[in-house]
């Protein structure tokens, strides 16, 4: 197998011989943050997506501030090597990365496999918390390379620019507005952003939730335009899985131009004027 572009994946057997290095941090994101209190990886800080990680009155993430003062709170520094994994095949374990790249911090990495595969392979977990002294994070400006906006993506229907919606194909066609679930989160039209590819994230990962080949990669992306077009932006409800996709892309493929849409179909298909495809 080719290797990845980029050095950016941990397996579970490298983590279990590092849980004890002090100059590493793992961190469990979980798209259910009850999973983490009862039963975590050793040593493992646990942060909520939603209470921990977005502002509590914008629909947005936390400034660079906030961030930085969430993390060195944690026990986190800017030197520290961060590990990322989490539940549903790491959807915001990858979000949690996208946005650690975003304000700066490079020395991260994703555990190849969520949760569920640590656990199902019998390996060492704990509900004890940790306790690490406070830590100096400092984030930087955010990264606009790596983010796109709804204006953004507005100029992008008029250009090359390629669009990917990483959805389930229900709701790239409008047959429903959200998964089961979460209905009431959805957006006020169903549908997709016109001219979107549909690439739904799960494509790129194995049943245990390991990433496929490059090659397998490669051939996924490459079949659909993606590799050798740019710009590209991913999208997908909410941001998280779009995140995933663009792990995969950016990272992994080493696509040098690709943006994750946050805002996604919750702000697009409420946007009022803006267009619709079914």
Not at 54 to 59: A, E, L, M, S, V
Not at 180 to 203: D, F, K, L, N, V
Request: proline share 6%.
């Amino acid at each position: 197998m080719t290797a990845y572009a980029n050095d950016v994946l941990v397996e579970n057997d490298w983590l279990e011989a590092h849980l004890a290095d002090e100059q590493i941090r793992i961190v469990e994101v979980d798209e259910n943050p009850a999973l983490y209190a009862a039963a975590h990886i050793p040593g493992a800080i646990g942060f909520d997506w939603q209470a921990d990680l977005q502002d509590p009155i914008r629909r947005d993430f936390l400034g660079p501030d906030g961030f930085g003062a969430l993390l060195g709170q944690s026990g986190v520094s800017n030197e520290h090597l961060i590990v990322l994994y989490g539940d549903r095949n790491n959807w915001f374990a990858a979000y949690t990365y996208w946005y650690l790249k975003y304000y700066g911090h490079h020395h991260v990495s994703l555990l190849n496999g969520p949760r569920e595969k640590w656990i199902s392979e019998g390996r060492t977990t704990t509900t004890d918390l940790p306790d690490y002294p406070k830590a100096i994070f400092v984030a930087q400006p955010g990264d606009r390379a790596i983010r796109a906006d709804r204006e953004e993506v507005l100029r992008a229907l008029d250009s090359p620019i390629k669009l990917i919606d990483v959805r389930s194909p229900a709701e790239y066609s409008g047959e429903i507005l959200a998964p089961t679930g979460y209905e009431q989160e959805g957006a006020q039209r169903a549908g997709h952003i016109p001219g979107a590819a549909s690439i739904p994230w799960a494509q790129a990962v194995q049943e245990d939730g390991t990433f496929k080949s490059r090659s397998d990669l490669e051939a996924l992306y490459g079949d659909k335009g993606v590799l050798d077009t740019s710009p590209v932006i991913a999208y997908c409800r909410i941001g998280e899985r779009s995140a995933h996709t663009w792990f995969v892309l950016h990272e992994l493929l080493g696509h040098p131009d690709v943006k994750n849409y946050d805002g996604s179909w919750t702000e697009w298909g409420s946007l009022v004027g803006v267009p619709i495809e079914r």
